[in-house]
């Protein structure tokens, strides 16, 4: 079989019509491809995720395996020849995984919530119809995992916020925010690591480090890893 | 020593991209047009990734503090040092203390600054690209401005230096005409480009003109994305994506129809729906693309981006015979 029919099958396969979260195979160049994974995306279904990303960093000519929410990137040293086989073994892989259990570590992270750090609580406030307090209740009990990294050097996507409190994207980005600006963008919440231009609400502020270069790994944080948001001040 | 007299807003030190930390959240950075930083080190006998100077903005101005190789490859900018003109794709020896200068580009939008033995800036986790989000990584982790000094790299043992070649420099055809891919029409660069997950997601007729269509390059177009405006693509469906890694040379399609197409210092990861990808060969067009220009899409599979990345490496490696062979045959 050519390389140009095993392609054709793979840009074929899913079928995104109605189905939005079925498992989905796609290009990205010559050098990377997409595993959109099928379901809900929630902690068992990332743990699958963190353990495909372990297993293909072995497969031949993978440059690096890249978790995100409920996907994984593949990128390549040179494009992969046998796309079909690669693809059979990415849905095997996920059809077998139970999920790697990485038990990472914690902080508590404090959160100056409103006033100059937090311009967009309002907006929450009005998107929501939920009062401040309750807001910040709600934004601060939860344990959130780090599912992924990725937007900036150090950023964490966060799974387990409240679906009460999810408002959306704002239409207009704001140009430039704060480094540890606490945001929510649609039903997932997260902590800038750096300053630069967001769409994403601005709720809080907190102060830490979450990337350093010259720090081995760089990132403060890992998939698997655990914060709580602490409530060190409400301004209203 | 190399000293910055004046800058435009958006100069860089970058090599070929900082890889392998993507998981961190750290994209590639590198130099847009990778063929021009790549043939400014062949030609200079450096390292295949040693750093150079990305110029986008003009004017441009640095003085030698020391007896320098060096290499303008990329855009043509009619350059001079100490006033005499310095042919495009060319390198040269400078004196202690002479003044190189790049006017405004007569075609392409960024020039390269190669020096023998290359830029002397820290590795930061792999690379000498500058990490603008970041803040790290280039010179100081920022573009560069007046007054900045850069050290440079003591050149390899044996290295031949320019001077010992030739007083007037040696230089290459532009990949262009190595290269080439035509649009079918003047001022217009055609690019090839890979259908992506959502590509069946459009409509007919929206995915017709995707290929037909010139896409204006707009003033909102820098190293971390173009923005495209043309007949715009219309989606079948409301598309809502979960976060995901992306690569240089996706083509986003935000809510507007009018595509973004994700450059080297985009974010790794997003969630637009992707219309497809401009192949990795084809960047380094991208990164000459002017703004105002227009670009054309050519629809490719993989088995033909693969082929096309090859196209550019053996391109590549072939020049580099070519220059090695001349150097050989110079020097005896």
Redesign the interface.
Request: aromatic share 6%; charged share 10%.
């Given at each position: 079989m050519?390389?140009?029919t095993?392609?054709?099958k793979?840009?074929d396969l899913?079928a995104?019509?109605?189905a939005?979260h079925a498992m989905?195979i796609?290009?990205?160049?010559?050098?990377?491809i997409?595993f959109?994974a099928p379901g809900a995306?929630d902690l068992p279904h990332q743990r699958r995720i963190w353990e495909l990303a372990q297993r293909f960093e072995r497969w031949p000519g993978v440059?690096?395996?890249?978790?995100?929410?409920?996907?994984?990137?593949l990128?390549f040293h040179?494009?992969p020849a046998e796309?079909d086989r690669l693809q059979e073994a990415l849905r095997q892989a996920w059809d077998e995984s139970a999920g790697l259990p990485i038990e990472g570590r914690h902080i508590d992270l404090p959160v100056v919530y409103g006033g100059e750090g937090g311009p967009h609580l309002a907006d929450v406030v009005s998107h929501t119809g939920l009062g401040v307090d309750e807001i910040v209740q709600l934004h601060a009990a939860p344990l959130y995992t780090v599912y992924?990294?990725?937007?900036?050097?150090?950023?964490c996507?966060l799974g387990g916020m409240d679906p009460r409190i999810a408002t959306p994207r704002r239409k207009v980005p704001v140009v430039r925010l704060p480094g540890g600006a606490v945001s929510i963008g649609?039903e997932?919440t997260g902590v800038s690591?750096?300053a630069?231009p967001s769409g994403w609400n601005t709720i809080g502020h907190a102060e830490m480090e979450f990337?350093d270069?010259?720090r081995e790994?760089?990132?403060l944080l890992a998939p698997g890893d655990t914060i709580r948001f602490c409530i060190a001040k409400v301004i209203k | 020593m190399i000293e910055i007299l004046a800058t435009g807003a958006l100069s860089t030190v970058q090599d070929l991209g900082r890889f392998g930390v993507l998981r961190f959240g750290v994209g590639t950075s590198g130099a847009m047009d990778d063929i021009a930083l790549a043939v400014g080190n062949i030609l200079l006998g450096n390292d295949g990734n040693a750093a150079g100077i990305e110029v986008p903005i003009l004017p441009f101005r640095l003085r030698f503090d020391a007896d320098t190789d060096f290499a303008l490859t990329g855009a043509d900018c009619a350059a001079t040092l100490d006033g005499q003109a310095v042919p495009p794709w060319w390198c040269l020896h400078a004196r202690r203390g002479q003044v190189l200068a790049l006017g405004v580009p007569r075609s392409g939008a960024r020039a390269y600054l190669t020096v023998g033995g290359g830029l002397d800036v820290p590795a930061v986790l792999g690379s000498r690209s500058t990490q603008l989000r970041g803040s790290f990584g280039g010179f100081e982790g920022r573009p560069l401005k007046k007054g900045d000094a850069l050290a440079i790299v003591a050149r390899a043992e044996g290295a031949t230096p320019v001077s010992a070649i030739s007083a007037s420099g040696f230089g290459v055809r532009p990949p262009e005409l190595g290269l080439p891919l035509p649009s079918g029409q003047d001022d217009v660069i055609a690019v090839r480009v890979l259908p992506a997950a959502e590509y069946d997601s459009y409509t007919a007729e929206s995915l017709a003109q995707f290929w037909r269509q010139p896409w204006l390059v707009t003033p909102q177009s820098d190293r971390y994305g173009y923005r495209l405006e043309g007949p715009g693509l219309q989606a079948t469906r409301s598309m809502e994506l979960r976060s995901h890694g992306i690569v240089p040379g996706v083509i986003q399609v935000p809510h507007s129809g009018q595509p973004i197409i994700q450059l080297r210092d985009a974010q790794p990861s997003g969630g637009y729906p992707k219309v497809g990808t401009v192949i990795e060969a084809d960047l380094w067009r991208l990164g000459q693309a002017r703004i105002g220009q227009s670009l054309r899409f050519v629809q490719v599979d993989h088995g033909q981006a693969t082929a096309a990345l090859e196209e550019k490496e053996r391109y590549l490696f072939q020049l580099q015979q070519a220059v090695q062979l001349q150097r050989k045959i110079w020097n005896n």
């Open positions: 050519n390389r140009q095993n392609l054709k793979v840009a899913p995104p019509q109605g939005p989905r796609s290009l990205l160049g010559a050098k990377a997409l959109e995306m440059a690096e395996t890249v978790p995100g929410m409920s996907n994984l990137m990128t040179t494009p796309l992924a990294l990725g937007s900036h050097p150090g950023y996507y649609g997932q690591a750096s630069g990337f270069p010259r790994p760089p990132a | -």
